[in-house]
């Protein structure tokens, strides 16, 4: 059950273009949602379609919900509700706050111009838990 998470990453990026270190990043998701047990009773291509829409937001690739929407035969709204739970449940399980514990994905050319935008992501995301760090240069 587990690999069919991985396969349907490699189906939707291929068919909606997302890059290899984007999709390497969503199984990199998958992987630890799997080991924190977040994936059961969950649809395997939402899950797929959702860690995918997390990595592209994450790195910083276009990338919309209806495309993923359409290449996974799932409803939008789907990819958001899977999309926030994993989100919310990767970093209440994780053992440093989800930004922190995936910056190994981030690309270092596009860190500068899109800190401000992170911050903004990272804001509606996670809510208050950001706010406090708003002040602090990061540093590559």
Same mark, same amino acid.
């Given at each position: 059950?587990?690999?069919?998470?991985? /396969? *349907?990453?490699?189906? @939707? %990026?291929?068919?909606?273009?997302? $890059?290899?270190?984007? +999709?390497?990043?969503?199984?990199?998701? *998958?992987?630890? +949602?799997?080991?924190?047990?977040?994936? $059961?009773?969950?649809?395997?291509?939402? /899950?797929?379609? %959702? %860690? /995918?829409?997390? +990595?592209?937001?994450?790195?910083? =690739?276009?990338?919309? #919900?209806?495309? *993923? %929407?359409?290449?996974?035969? @799932?409803?939008?709204?789907?990819?958001?509700?899977?999309?926030?739970?994993? *989100?919310?449940?990767?970093?209440?399980?994780?053992?440093?706050?989800?930004?922190?514990?995936? $910056? #190994?994905?981030?690309?270092?050319?596009?860190?500068? &111009?899109? #800190?401000?935008?992170?911050?903004? &992501? =990272?804001?509606?995301?996670?809510?208050?838990?950001? +706010?406090?760090?708003?002040? #602090? =240069? =990061?540093?590559?």
């Amino acid at each position: 059950m587990g690999s069919d998470y991985f /396969l *349907l990453v490699d189906e @939707i %990026a291929k068919d909606v273009g997302i $890059s290899d270190s984007n +999709a390497r990043m969503a199984k990199e998701v *998958l992987r630890d +949602a799997r080991r924190y047990r977040l994936t $059961s009773g969950r649809s395997p291509s939402a /899950l797929a379609a %959702a %860690a /995918l829409y997390i +990595a592209c937001v994450f790195r910083c =690739e276009h990338v919309t #919900q209806s495309r *993923l %929407a359409k290449s996974s035969g @799932i409803r939008e709204a789907c990819i958001r509700v899977n999309y926030k739970r994993l *989100l919310n449940s990767l970093n209440a399980c994780l053992p440093v706050k989800f930004v922190d514990y995936y $910056s #190994q994905w981030r690309p270092v050319e596009l860190f500068y &111009w899109t #800190q401000k935008w992170r911050r903004d &992501w =990272e804001t509606e995301v996670f809510g208050d838990e950001v +706010a406090g760090s708003e002040g #602090q =240069e =990061e540093r590559v």
